[in-house]
């Protein structure tokens, strides 16, 4: 198995609501990301996780929660949105944090 | 981390044509990638570079890691419909953070 798998691929929610994303990848990975993208932009680090620890977190508001379950999940918690937070977010994985990326396919965000 | 500067922004391509893109910082650089792009999918990555001069190709993509560790560039040789999309660098310093360009979008010229 060599790639990222994002679910769902599609999530449109109020501003009340809570939902969660997720990614799985199972190539070994020890090293795991959450991105938002805007449209015609490049992707923004929102959290960074090495074996299985938070190691950075971009100075992302608390309404976005991240988790990483175990070193081949990666959870995104999301509660009390803006319509601003509406995006393409994408989860990437990598060997180690020194090696190269490889993104899923995204979970395009509607907030409403 | 800071943003690159990538050009050109956009490009027309006609079918056969060699096209070529490229990125500079004004920090050095120990990696250098590029990605492609499709609409609604997430971002594809095409090579990696990780020596400065470094020479890598992959089919009818060839890329180079500058010799200053500031700039890198990506060729399209003979491209074909299938070729557009947006194409991003990015470059990773020592923070492991990677540092996108702001993209090509390479579009077929009717």
């Known amino acids: 198995d060599t790639e990222v798998t994002q679910t769902p691929k599609h999530l449109v929610m109020g501003m009340t609501n809570k939902k969660s994303l997720k990614c799985e990848q199972h190539?070994?990975?020890?090293?795991m990301y959450w991105y938002k993208q805007k449209a015609k932009k490049p992707p923004e680090l929102m959290f960074v996780y090495s074996y299985e620890k938070l190691s950075i977190n971009e100075s992302v508001p608390s309404r976005f929660s991240p988790e990483c379950p175990n070193s081949s999940l990666l959870n995104l918690h999301l509660h009390a949105l803006q319509p601003e937070d509406s995006a393409l977010y994408l989860c990437a994985s990598s060997q180690e944090l020194v090696n190269e990326q490889f993104f899923g396919p995204g979970t395009r965000l509607t907030v409403l | 981390g800071q943003q690159l500067n990538q050009s050109p922004q956009s490009m027309f391509i006609q079918e056969g044509e060699d096209v070529s893109m490229n990125c500079t910082s004004s920090?050095?650089?120990?990696?250098w990638l590029w990605y492609k792009q499709d609409p609604g999918e997430g971002p594809v990555l095409l090579i990696a570079l990780y020596k400065a001069g470094e020479l890598t190709s992959n089919g009818r993509l060839t890329a180079q890691f500058g010799i200053t560790r500031k700039d890198s560039f990506l060729n399209i040789s003979a491209s074909i419909p299938s070729d557009v999309g947006i194409y991003f660098c990015a470059g990773r310093s020592n923070d492991y953070k990677l540092s996108f360009g702001a993209g090509t979008t390479v579009t077929v010229r009717a």
């Open positions: 190539m070994g990975h020890r090293a």
């Open positions: 920090s050095i650089f120990n990696t």
